[in-house]
């Protein structure tokens, strides 16, 4: 703070003596003041004052990591984390949506008692009766599930 106000009394004494007045300095303040004295030395002290007084440092803001017009909403490896949770929250609500539905959960046991049956009927620890009963048991089960669903399992 001492340091500016030594600014304005130096640029102040060197205003009221005609001698260490910088004549071109001087010259132009006169002649924009229309030839008024007192306002001549108060631009003349502002404008000394201005050219003694250090610059002021200003601070740049660092340059936008982003283009103006191009704003991410996540990086890649947020998109990479995000899309399982996405899938597994679809196929929640899609579960959610489905209801509970008589008819497809007794085709689908239906469907899976057949599957098991044929699983059986492979087997190699059958013997051959067996494992020719089994597979009639099977038969009987697709026509079943044939005559009743109107379509092969």
């Not at 001549?40 to 050219?51: H, L, P, T």
């Not at 200003?58 to 890649?76: A, D, F, S, Y």
């Not at 998109?79 to 959610?96: H, K, N, S």
């Given at each position: 703070?001492?340091?500016?106000?030594?600014?304005?009394?130096?640029?102040?004494?060197?205003?009221?003596?005609?001698?260490?007045?910088?004549?071109?300095?001087?010259?132009?303040?006169?002649?924009?003041?229309?030839?008024?004295?007192?306002?001549?030395?108060?631009?003349?002290?502002?404008?000394?004052?201005?050219?003694?007084?250090?610059?002021?440092?200003?601070?740049?803001?660092?340059?936008?990591?982003?283009?103006?017009?191009?704003?991410?909403?996540?990086?890649?490896?947020g998109?990479?984390?995000?899309?399982?949770?996405?899938?597994?929250?679809?196929?929640?609500?899609?579960?959610?949506l489905?209801?509970?539905n008589?008819?497809?959960?007794?085709?689908?046991?239906?469907?899976?008692?057949?599957?098991?049956?044929?699983?059986?009927?492979?087997?190699?620890?059958?013997?051959?009766?067996?494992?020719?009963?089994?597979?009639?048991?099977?038969?009987?089960?697709?026509?079943?599930?044939?005559?009743?669903w109107?379509?092969?399992?």
């Open positions: 703070m001492q340091g500016s106000q030594d600014h304005w009394a130096a640029a102040m004494k060197e205003a009221e003596s005609p001698a260490d007045r910088d004549p071109a300095l001087w010259a132009r303040c006169f002649a924009e003041n229309d030839g008024d004295e007192q306002r001549a030395k108060a631009a003349y002290i502002r404008a000394k004052v201005a050219s003694s007084a250090p610059p002021v440092a200003t601070e740049v803001p660092p340059p936008p990591t982003n283009p103006p017009g191009k704003k991410r909403l996540l990086p890649w490896w998109w990479v984390l995000l899309a399982p949770v996405i899938a597994i929250g679809a196929l929640l609500i899609i579960g959610a489905m209801g509970d008589p008819q497809r959960d007794a085709r689908w046991r239906e469907q899976d008692a057949i599957k098991l049956c044929w699983s059986e009927q492979g087997r190699k620890s059958l013997d051959a009766a067996t494992s020719r009963f089994v597979a009639g048991a099977c038969e009987k089960m697709e026509r079943d599930y044939e005559a009743k109107g379509r092969k399992p």
